[in-house]
């Protein structure tokens, strides 16, 4: 296959790891990319976004629907969790401004934030995860006011079947455990936890198949629904949205925290499973057990994907030697084959919750929102390097 190249082609070294197959044959040689050439992606992507997107604080029009999202949405909120990791391996001031002038731009609340209800929904209060982060770094616990009240008010009661639909664990999860460490209060721990193993066990009669290793989006996935093939429907991004929320909770938890032994045997389990359905070019299908239903590369699982098996080889959950070519394969992937020249990333589903929704995924069609699946690659670039270094 010819690789399209964008100049960072030429970055890879000369370096190769080696597939081995069971019967001790060479698979393919796997490019090993250098941490420049990882941090010169990440730099490309973003300024490509920074670009289009001066004013941080500005709408997000979206004309098929006749209307202007806020700018501190759930799609936005995802990709200042990736500018953050850039800014952990780059520290350029102009990062961090952009970031503190996004959220003074909302006065750092919520989407719905005069609505209970609505704040109330993971998807509004996904903002909160940068807000308490920036807050921690510049010492201002005033960003955290909003989000803190949120998740308060949740803790006040105790209904714990919010997130009923898998992305949700990504979007909000994380937040209780970085309050958690902020207030030096393990209830917020247990909380979280207690809703985590709601939508595992419970929703929908339980949305992880331990079988499979791997989640139904919601409880419309669950069977008897099937995919055209008649196997389990598996949406790659949700799937990608519960293994980055691991990785999260795994980063943010005190290394005393018993919980810690769910989320990391999730993050193994599912990175097994995953492992099994990688494509030949390296990335994921949108549907991850019928790869002819909407078949072909898909960046925003992929990157997720990618997050979550590197902090795992980073952190000894998994093991480097088999891992290490997955990983590499899968970002040599999205950089050969969806990382325009100007930085634009193709080959991006929309949004949506199943593998039909926002076709044809191509490498030149922008998808409804280009934020999201921006931030799950930063952050997988993030964690690739510390795998380089």
């Not at 850039?86 to 005069?114: F, I, K, Q």
Request: net charge negative; hydrophobic share 35%.
């Amino acid at each position: 296959m010819k690789l399209r190249t964008t100049g960072l082609t030429l970055a890879l070294t000369c370096l190769t790891l080696v597939m081995t197959a069971c019967n001790g044959q060479k698979e393919a040689e796997i490019p090993v990319p250098t941490p420049q050439s990882v941090l010169d992606a990440m730099r490309l992507a973003n300024d490509h976004f920074m670009n289009k997107w001066p004013d941080p604080g500005q709408g997000i029009d979206y004309p098929s629907r006749n209307r202007v999202y806020e700018s501190n949405l759930w799609t936005r909120a995802v990709y200042y969790e990736g500018l953050l990791e850039l800014y952990n391996l780059d520290p350029e001031e102009r990062y961090m401004d952009y970031m503190v002038r996004w959220g003074e731009s909302h006065d750092w609340g919520l989407r719905g934030g005069d609505d209970p209800v609505r704040v109330r929904n993971a998807d509004n209060q996904c903002a909160g995860q940068a807000y308490i982060e920036l807050a921690y770094r510049l010492g201002r616990p005033e960003y955290m006011h909003d989000i803190k009240a949120a998740i308060d008010g949740m803790m006040a009661t105790d209904k714990i079947d919010d997130w009923t639909w898998i992305d949700a664990v990504q979007m909000a999860m994380p937040i209780f455990a970085m309050l958690g460490v902020v207030e030096d209060d393990s209830r917020y721990f247990d909380r979280a936890h207690e809703m985590y193993m709601h939508t595992k066990n419970v929703e929908g009669g339980g949305l992880y198949n331990a079988e499979d290793g791997l989640w139904w989006r919601d409880k419309d996935f669950v069977p008897p629904y099937t995919e055209p093939n008649g196997e389990d429907c598996y949406w790659s991004r949700g799937n990608g949205w519960v293994i980055m929320a691991m990785a999260r909770m795994l980063y943010i938890l005190p290394d005393e925290v018993e919980y810690r032994a769910e989320y990391r045997q999730m993050l193994k389990d599912m990175s097994e499973a995953l492992v099994k359905v990688q494509r030949e070019d390296g990335l994921w299908n949108v549907s991850l057990h019928d790869p002819d239903h909407y078949g072909g590369k898909e960046l925003s699982g992929t990157a997720m994907f990618v997050y979550g098996m590197a902090y795992g080889v980073n952190h000894g959950i998994l093991d480097r030697a088999t891992y290490e070519p997955v990983i590499y394969k899968a970002w040599n992937g999205m950089v050969n084959d969806c990382l325009h020249p100007d930085g634009f990333l193709g080959y991006v589903q929309g949004t949506g919750k199943e593998p039909a929704e926002a076709q044809p995924v191509t490498y030149d069609r922008e998808p409804d929102f280009d934020d999201y699946a921006l931030g799950a690659f930063l952050c997988a670039g993030s964690e690739v390097y510390r795998m380089l270094e």
